[in-house]
Every structure is written in structure tokens, then in C-alpha cells.
């Protein structure tokens, strides 16, 4: 049995991942915030930050100078060293914990194999310039995951070895690549409809540039395509898009449930699970009963009540893709893949077929 974690080597590693997700989001040379108010932003004590410092240190993450203060650093390439790109933002509590997971598995996996998976935040960086510096540096292998832009695929591409992409938000196909499942929504709406469901609404991502989210789009135009050959009414109050920084959510929510008809049942990506769950609170709305819940991807973490999800597993995502990569390495690729979905039942999505006349 694996022996229980103490709370000190617990805190470490809080304050460790903090300073990792904060890491990845900065430039090489870029100076963190001191220990001080790595303490108060993590809400613990100056010992448990300087062991967390002494590990990103001694993995040569950081370098410490008294009285300068703390820098990361890039990290020196090996022969085995695999960079992985992210635009993904992990440092916000409860947001991206699908990608957290994802990629603990990753190194996990290559750890056991004797290889270093390296992380860099390039949100900010232009793809030419990114790959130029990777290829000076000695990197020949690289995952780029969830790119908005087939650009940097494109750059990279012509200069590693190996370049595969890891769930990519465009819709360009340059490499190969592990994409997300495109029919995840025409699944929920069959599994809704089976249920005796009629008045569906739609919440999902779109942003100020819908461009960005081809996967998204693709879904929304199942939702409205399924929901015509049924011939069931869509209320234009019934579909929502989320903005980029989540700021609107709570108007989406209550545009739909405040909707004259109302719908039966809500389909909604699963990081805004809580914040319906509060607002639901607040009005006297039972979820499960006055109103159905279908979420998208994993709920990571206890919810009451159970919820009913269409999910595809990060770890499962993890394993696929990682022997996707040994294969590129090999000179035996093995193409591209979609993510495996399956429906995880909760108590959110009651079978309307068996309600009381």
C-alpha cells in the first residue's frame, strides 16, 4: 500500500507545482516574486518555501541569488529532452485541472522511460522566432499542445525531429496528432434524446473569435443540426457562448434558466459545473430535478449530486499519445488519433421516459 503523505511533504509540493505553473508562464530569465510573498500567496511558512526553492533549483529550474533574488533558467538540453509547448493557463485554482492531470501523467511516463519532458508556456511567442530558438538550443523533439494556430506546428515541424501535436484548437492538420473527439455533443444530444428530452440548451466556448475554437464550432453546428431533424424548438435564449476569461458566465446561466419555455436539460463544459451548482443554490432550482445537467469532459473532484458526463480520461489521453510519440521516434508513426469518449452516469440526467405520468 502506497504510504500516506505527510503534511510537510504536502505542502512542498503545493508550493512546488505553484512555483511551477508560475514558472512555465515566464520568459527564460525572468525573475519571480520573492519568498515572501510566495508565502503569503501559497499560506505557508518560509521553511516549506526554501525546500520547495531547493527543488527547482537542484532540477534546474531556477537559480537563486542572494540578494537579487530567484530567475528561471533554461534548462540544459539533453539527447532524451522532449519540450513540451503549452498555451494552456495552469496557475488558476479549479481551472485546467484536465491538463494538469494530462500532463502529470506525461512525465510520469517518461520518466519511466529514462526521458525529461521540459514545460514552456508560449502563449506570448511568435512562431518562427519560438522555433528558431528551440533548434539553437540543441531541442529536437517537441510536443505542442492546444495551439490556437497551425503556425507554430508549421515552423517547428520543418526544424525537429520529432513534432507531434496534443489536442490542438485548430483545425489545420500539419503533423501528427491526438484531437480531441469532434462528435462529443451529437453523443449527449442521442443519449438526451433516448431519455425523453426535448427542450435542450447549449452552453460553450466561443470567445470574442469563434476562429479559435474549430472543435467548438463543429459541435455547436451538431447541436443545431440534430436538434432540427428532431424538429425540437431552440429558444435563442438557449444557447450561450462562454467568453475567454469566463467573466459572463453567471449571465449566461441566467439567461437560459430564466427562459420562457425553459429547458428540460443543459448541456455545459464542466469547469463551470460550480458556479451553475451556486447559482442553482441561490434560486431554489434543483438540478437533477427542475433542471438536467449533461457535462462535458471530467469533473475532476467530488460533486453533489454525481454528475452525469461525457468525458475522455487524461490519463488514457496521456498513455495514447505517449506511445504515438515513441512510435514518431521509431520511424513507425502511427497517424492521427481522436480521443475515446465515454458517458459516465450521475444523478444530474434522470430518464424523463420513466418519470410519473
Given at each position: 500500500m502506497k504510504p500516506k503523505e505527510g503534511i510537510r511533504s504536502r505542502n512542498v509540493r503545493k508550493v512546488t507545482e505553484y512555483l511551477k505553473n508560475l514558472l512555465y508562464r515566464q520568459p527564460y530569465g525572468a525573475r519571480l516574486p520573492g519568498i515572501r510573498p510566495i508565502m503569503k500567496r501559497t499560506g505557508t511558512g518560509r521553511i516549506i518555501v526554501c525546500h520547495a526553492l531547493r527543488k527547482l533549483q537542484a532540477d534546474g529550474l531556477i537559480r537563486i541569488e542572494p540578494c537579487r533574488g530567484i530567475f528561471r533558467i533554461e534548462p540544459e538540453s539533453d539527447h532524451d529532452e522532449i519540450r513540451l509547448l503549452n498555451w494552456q493557463n495552469l496557475d488558476s485554482e479549479g481551472k485546467n485541472l484536465f491538463f494538469r492531470h494530462l500532463y502529470d501523467r506525461l512525465f510520469e511516463l517518461a520518466r519511466a522511460a529514462g526521458r525529461k519532458i521540459t514545460m514552456e508556456n508560449v502563449?506570448?511567442?511568435?512562431?518562427?522566432?519560438?522555433a528558431a530558438r528551440l533548434s539553437a538550443s540543441g531541442i529536437t523533439r517537441c510536443i505542442v499542445s492546444s495551439a490556437f494556430s497551425p503556425d507554430f506546428a508549421v515552423c517547428l515541424k520543418k526544424r525537429m525531429k520529432v513534432c507531434l501535436e496534443l489536442l490542438p484548437q485548430h483545425a489545420g492538420r500539419i503533423t501528427a496528432e491526438l484531437r480531441d473527439s469532434p462528435d462529443m455533443t451529437a453523443r449527449q444530444l442521442d443519449y438526451l434524446f433516448k431519455l425523453g428530452y426535448r427542450r435542450i440548451a447549449y452552453m460553450h466556448f466561443g470567445g470574442k473569435d469563434m476562429s479559435r475554437y474549430p472543435v467548438h464550432i463543429l459541435r455547436l453546428l451538431d447541436y443545431y443540426?440534430?436538434?432540427?431533424?428532431?424538429?425540437?424548438?431552440?429558444n435563442t435564449d438557449w444557447v450561450f457562448s462562454i467568453d475567454d476569461d469566463f467573466g459572463n458566465i453567471e449571465e449566461g446561466i441566467g439567461r437560459i434558466l430564466n427562459s420562457n419555455p425553459g429547458p428540460e436539460a443543459l448541456i455545459v463544459p464542466s469547469e463551470i459545473f460550480s458556479q451553475l451548482h451556486s447559482y442553482c443554490r441561490k434560486h431554489k432550482i434543483r438540478i437533477g430535478k427542475d433542471i438536467?445537467?449533461?457535462a462535458c469532459e471530467d469533473v475532476l473532484g467530488q460533486q453533489f449530486p454525481d454528475v452525469t458526463v461525457i468525458t475522455n480520461n487524461p490519463e488514457e489521453i496521456a498513455d495514447t499519445f505517449w506511445k504515438m510519440f515513441l512510435a514518431e521516434e521509431r520511424g513507425e508513426g502511427m497517424g492521427s488519433h481522436s480521443t475515446e469518449l465515454l458517458i459516465r452516469t450521475g444523478q444530474t440526467v434522470p430518464d424523463r421516459n420513466l418519470a410519473p405520468g
Amino acid at each position: 500500500m502506497k504510504p500516506k503523505e505527510g503534511i510537510r511533504s504536502r505542502n512542498v509540493r503545493k508550493v512546488t507545482e505553484y512555483l511551477k505553473n508560475l514558472l512555465y508562464r515566464q520568459p527564460y530569465g525572468a525573475r519571480l516574486p520573492g519568498i515572501r510573498p510566495i508565502m503569503k500567496r501559497t499560506g505557508t511558512g518560509r521553511i516549506i518555501v526554501c525546500h520547495a526553492l531547493r527543488k527547482l533549483q537542484a532540477d534546474g529550474l531556477i537559480r537563486i541569488e542572494p540578494c537579487r533574488g530567484i530567475f528561471r533558467i533554461e534548462p540544459e538540453s539533453d539527447h532524451d529532452e522532449i519540450r513540451l509547448l503549452n498555451w494552456q493557463n495552469l496557475d488558476s485554482e479549479g481551472k485546467n485541472l484536465f491538463f494538469r492531470h494530462l500532463y502529470d501523467r506525461l512525465f510520469e511516463l517518461a520518466r519511466a522511460a529514462g526521458r525529461k519532458i521540459t514545460m514552456e508556456n508560449v502563449a506570448d511567442q511568435q512562431p518562427e522566432e519560438l522555433a528558431a530558438r528551440l533548434s539553437a538550443s540543441g531541442i529536437t523533439r517537441c510536443i505542442v499542445s492546444s495551439a490556437f494556430s497551425p503556425d507554430f506546428a508549421v515552423c517547428l515541424k520543418k526544424r525537429m525531429k520529432v513534432c507531434l501535436e496534443l489536442l490542438p484548437q485548430h483545425a489545420g492538420r500539419i503533423t501528427a496528432e491526438l484531437r480531441d473527439s469532434p462528435d462529443m455533443t451529437a453523443r449527449q444530444l442521442d443519449y438526451l434524446f433516448k431519455l425523453g428530452y426535448r427542450r435542450i440548451a447549449y452552453m460553450h466556448f466561443g470567445g470574442k473569435d469563434m476562429s479559435r475554437y474549430p472543435v467548438h464550432i463543429l459541435r455547436l453546428l451538431d447541436y443545431y443540426r440534430m436538434m432540427a431533424e428532431k424538429g425540437f424548438q431552440v429558444n435563442t435564449d438557449w444557447v450561450f457562448s462562454i467568453d475567454d476569461d469566463f467573466g459572463n458566465i453567471e449571465e449566461g446561466i441566467g439567461r437560459i434558466l430564466n427562459s420562457n419555455p425553459g429547458p428540460e436539460a443543459l448541456i455545459v463544459p464542466s469547469e463551470i459545473f460550480s458556479q451553475l451548482h451556486s447559482y442553482c443554490r441561490k434560486h431554489k432550482i434543483r438540478i437533477g430535478k427542475d433542471i438536467a445537467v449533461f457535462a462535458c469532459e471530467d469533473v475532476l473532484g467530488q460533486q453533489f449530486p454525481d454528475v452525469t458526463v461525457i468525458t475522455n480520461n487524461p490519463e488514457e489521453i496521456a498513455d495514447t499519445f505517449w506511445k504515438m510519440f515513441l512510435a514518431e521516434e521509431r520511424g513507425e508513426g502511427m497517424g492521427s488519433h481522436s480521443t475515446e469518449l465515454l458517458i459516465r452516469t450521475g444523478q444530474t440526467v434522470p430518464d424523463r421516459n420513466l418519470a410519473p405520468g
